[in-house]
């Protein structure tokens, strides 16, 4: 079975930048799309798609990264990596990777598989 492990979160100002890795270890990592997702803290809030990583490297967006985060992958390091420039303070949030286990659409959290347990990333105005 595939662990993650996000690493790479900090406490920023608003226009810096972080760059975001997930390990992935003890399975196939390099068989599955990967996605980011981020929960920010306000009570009630659920898990919110960020960007995904297909196998063969194609990415995908969420309208409020796109042009902001650029996501990729090193199969060789089975990691893959989120990097974030121009961070805002809505960015603030846990951010965590998973694996994409089923068909489908890629903002549906429901499709991810394992998840690891998440990076704190604090962006302060």
């Known amino acids: 079975q595939v662990q993650l492990v996000e690493s790479g979160g900090g406490l920023v100002q608003a226009g810096d930048s972080l760059r975001l890795s997930c390990a992935g270890s003890?399975?196939?990592?390099?068989?599955?799309?990967v996605g980011w997702f981020r929960q920010a803290p306000a009570p009630g809030n659920g898990r919110e798609f960020v960007?995904?990583?297909?196998?063969?490297?194609?990415?995908y967006y969420a309208d409020p990264v796109k042009g902001r985060f650029t996501i990729s992958r090193d199969s060789s390091k089975n990691t893959v990596y989120l990097q974030m420039d121009s961070l805002q303070p809505e960015d603030t949030a846990i951010y965590y990777c998973?694996?994409?286990?089923?068909?489908?659409?890629?903002?549906?959290?429901?499709?991810?598989?394992?998840w690891g347990r998440g990076t704190q990333v604090t962006v302060s105005s």
């Open positions: 998973g694996l994409k286990v089923n068909e489908g659409d890629y903002p549906s959290s429901g499709r991810y598989w394992p």
């Open positions: 960007a995904a990583v297909s196998v063969s490297g194609n990415a």
């Open positions: 003890g399975g196939t990592f390099s068989w599955y799309d």
